[in-house]
């Protein structure tokens, strides 16, 4: 959650201009993660994709940091656990609506480039450091 609040200000439930009814960051990520059963190498991933996100063009990057974060789970999802999971699942899981879930996904696929492999020994560096 530290991350992500540091990227994006304003995902940070004190925030002035955060709506008091958001549930704040460490609750919803929690959330996210209970209800979508992610294991903890999926967690990884996404991580470094937002990682990568944030340090690839910091003006592409999305305007909020609750639905990178669940963009960065999907493609991680998909990509590390070769299960297909339908956005519409993810969007049930999130609250969100699915256009919304679609629209972060493909935001954040189209800002990292599409690189969504991440070399083993880089993966295995990245486990050491979280």
Known sequence: ATVIEKIWPLTHSSHPLTSPSLL???PFIETILRRSQTSFSTLQ???FYILRL???NPTSLPVCGRR???AALVIASK???DAKVSNRAWARICGLDVRE???AEWG???AVGYRVHVAQETFVAWG???
Request: glycine fraction near 0%; proline fraction near 4%; hydrophobic fraction near 55%.
């Open 79 to 81: 990509y590390h656990q």
């Open 45 to 47: 991933l996404a991580l």
């Open 101 to 103: 879930v679609n629209d």
């Open 68 to 70: 990178a974060f669940v």
């Open 128 to 130: 050491a450091m979280l």
């Open 54 to 56: 944030s340090s690839s």
């Open 24 to 26: 704040p960051l460490r």
């Open 108 to 110: 954040l696929l189209e």
